[in-house]
């Protein structure tokens, strides 16, 4: 038997899980809370992220360890040898840093570093911490930055892009078709793909020369902006991302059995569509199931969280769907959200 332990027990570890069992794979996810989503899926070990004994005994008998979020702290990830290397997370922590190496890669970004720089209006990001739009601001004048913020251009994009990625312990790369997401208050509603005219080489270039740089193993997104055809880099993340989750029934190999099967060195699995899909979040609050599953082509992720304003409880995939049930859910599911 195979175990897999995981750092942090949220919807992201609770769909590892449920991409794993079928491969026969057993889990243990480490989180703070005795509710976490993921606990349905495997043991929990309750304690601190950041806790040394907490997590030894995460890593005890597991054949590997991965991690869910990316403010993991890189001593966690070290002492636990966990998968993706904690190269990519110490590099991604700091928008500074992550910038930075963007621009040594020669992968276009918006101008970024101080007001001089970007010229204003401009977005002020905390380089460490921030996820869902928190901890940004927009200047209309100038102001004094401190250390731990970061300017950026405000980029008037045509559209969100992101590319989901995987690579294998061998370096092997694969990639899904490029998801067009819609963001409000900074949260993510809805993701599509595959997505009209997409740039989907040029997409793959870039991404490819984040993952070899970073000796990546596992699955990263990677978040862009289209602007009049051009890609500019935003962010990315070092784990499976709410912008994947469509590929669960919308393709060939879902994200996180990619992910399973990279970091335990399996072959890994085709990334086509087998559809057009739309994945909407439910946040704060969701129709009634009967609802939603009457729409067809509808698949639904409940992740047994109490609803919260602004909270992602859930998301709903529509694979095959017309453009008018696609209009029809998303009115639906945007009346029950709250925040
Ligand atoms: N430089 C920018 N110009 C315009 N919009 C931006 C810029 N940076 C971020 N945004 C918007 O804010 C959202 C969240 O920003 P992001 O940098 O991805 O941080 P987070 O870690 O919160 O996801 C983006 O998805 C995009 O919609
Ligand atoms: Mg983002």
């Given at each position: ?7 942090g ?6 769909m590892?899980?449920?991409?794993g ?14 509710s976490a ?5 495997g043991?929990l ?11 030894a ?10 991690y ?5 702290a ?7 040898g966990?998968l993706?290397?904690?190269r ?34 401009a ?7 921030g996820?869902?739009?928190?901890g940004?601001?927009?200047?209309d004048a100038?102001?004094?930055?401190s ?6 251009e ?8 992101s590319?989901?990625?995987v690579r294998?312990?061998?370096?092997e790369t694969?990639?899904w ?9 900074g ?8 997505v009209?005219?997409a ?11 984040l ?12 978040e862009?902006?289209d602007?009049g055809g ?19 029934e919308?393709?060939?190999t879902s ?6 099967r990279a ?8 990334t086509g ?14 129709p009634p ?9 509808a ?9 919260r ?13 017309d ?17």
């Open positions: 038997m195979t175990l897999v332990g995981c750092i027990g949220g919807q992201l570890g609770r590892l899980g449920l991409a069992l079928p491969l026969g794979l057993r889990f243990r996810f480490l989180d703070p809370s005795p989503p993921a606990a349905d899926v043991e070990v309750v304690g601190a992220f950041d806790d040394p004994v907490a997590l005994r995460l890593g005890a008998g597991a054949d590997v360890v991965t869910e979020f990316e403010n993991v890189v001593a966690s990830v070290v002492q636990l966990a993706p290397p904690y990519a997370l110490e590099l991604g922590q700091d928008r500074l840093v992550e910038k930075e190496m963007f621009r040594r890669l020669g992968i276009p970004t918006a101008r970024f570093g101080s007001l001089a720089e970007t010229g204003l209006p977005l002020v990001k905390s380089r460490r911490l996820y869902d739009g928190k940004q601001r927009r200047l100038d102001e004094v930055i250390d731990h913020e970061l300017a950026e405000i980029v008037a994009f045509d559209r969100e892009l590319i989901i990625a294998g312990t061998d370096g694969r990639f078709p490029l998801v067009e997401n819609a963001h409000r208050d949260i993510l509603r809805v993701s599509r793909s595959p009209q005219g740039p989907q080489a040029e997409a793959e270039e870039l991404a490819g020369r993952l070899d740089e970073l000796g990546y193993v596992g699955v990263l997104a990677f862009l902006f602007v051009r890609l500019l880099a935003n962010e990315f993340a070092p784990r499976v991302h709410n912008t994947g989750h469509w590929t669960i919308g393709a060939v994200q996180f059995e990619n992910h399973l970091i335990l060195g399996l072959p890994l699995g085709a569509a087998v559809g057009s899909s739309v994945m909407l979040n439910l946040i704060g609050g969701a199931s009967e609802q939603l599953l009457g729409l067809p082509g698949h639904l992720h409940l992740y047994g969280k109490e609803p304003r602004g909270r992602k409880i859930g998301h709903l995939t529509l694979v095959g769907a453009e008018e049930t696609v209009a029809e859910t998303l009115a639906l599911v945007e009346s029950a959200a709250d925040g």
